[in-house]
């Protein structure tokens, strides 16, 4: 009677948590708040709520709830099904999505590939199941919740030659809307994070930061970069001005 009484008790906790989770919206059991003698009660009930159609599985310890549209049952976005695999298990990003699915939705190419990479410093994040495959590359700084879009923004600068179906002309004009819309303190963090990148990246954005004119010192770029190199991207100075003060061609 008492095990039963325990079992409504947790199930119910479960209940009011899920349903403060957005539809569509991936959970794990973390977000539960379950504490360890509530846990075998509580795979019990998200077994049951799983046989109701409450909630469903997208694979081992990550569920999300249903979201219903006009046309039926929508499955949870991209971002959505990677998301548990970014995190660690006080919730904190340790990784990102990078690679040509990142590139995709920044405009870079219309190609959607069939498996995901994934970007982390010190974990390397493998997924594998009917909903989605990724591999892991590995990060060149530690990676936050403050600094992930800016590292994506910086593997866009590292990869820009072998991003299939690149259009260069409109790929400038992206990434220079981009950098544009940043906040000073932003551009300052990118500057300090490019410079654990290869060289050609570092020219990269110190062109385009030139191009944009934001009125930053550029001087920790330059200074890590050879003046006697040259970084070839296949840009020009009829696509972007600042080309050769940056030695790219």
Do not use: C, H
Not at 167 to 183: Q, R
């Amino acid at each position: 009677m008492f095990e039963e009484f325990q079992y409504m008790k947790i199930s119910e906790k479960i209940k009011k948590k899920i349903n403060e989770i957005k539809p569509g919206n991936t959970f794990t059991y973390q977000q539960l708040s379950l504490n360890n003698d509530e846990y075998i009660a509580g795979t019990k009930a998200i077994e049951r709520f799983i046989n109701k159609g409450i909630i469903k599985r997208v694979s081992t310890g990550i569920f999300y709830i249903p979201q219903k549209s006009v046309f039926g049952e929508l499955k949870p976005r991209e971002e959505e099904l990677i998301k548990p695999y970014l995190l660690n298990k006080n919730g904190e990003r340790i990784a990102y999505i990078t690679g040509t699915s990142l590139y995709n939705k920044m405009g870079l190419t219309t190609q959607i590939p069939r498996i995901i990479k994934i970007a982390s410093r010190d974990k390397r994040i493998y997924i594998s199941n009917v909903n989605i495959k990724a591999t892991p590359v590995k990060s060149y700084v530690d990676v936050t919740d403050q600094n992930y879009y800016l590292l994506q923004l910086l593997d866009a600068l590292k990869d820009f030659k072998k991003i299939p179906n690149l259009n260069i002309t409109s790929a400038i004009i992206i990434l220079i809307n981009i950098i544009s819309g940043l906040k000073r303190e932003e551009i300052n963090k990118l500057i300090k994070f490019a410079i654990y990148y290869p060289p050609r990246v570092i020219a990269f954005l110190g062109a385009l930061l030139e191009e944009i004119n934001v009125s930053i010192n550029l001087n920790l770029l330059r200074e890590n970069l050879n003046p006697l190199t040259n970084y070839r991207i296949g840009i020009n100075d009829k696509l972007l001005s600042t080309t050769e003060k940056w030695g790219i061609k």
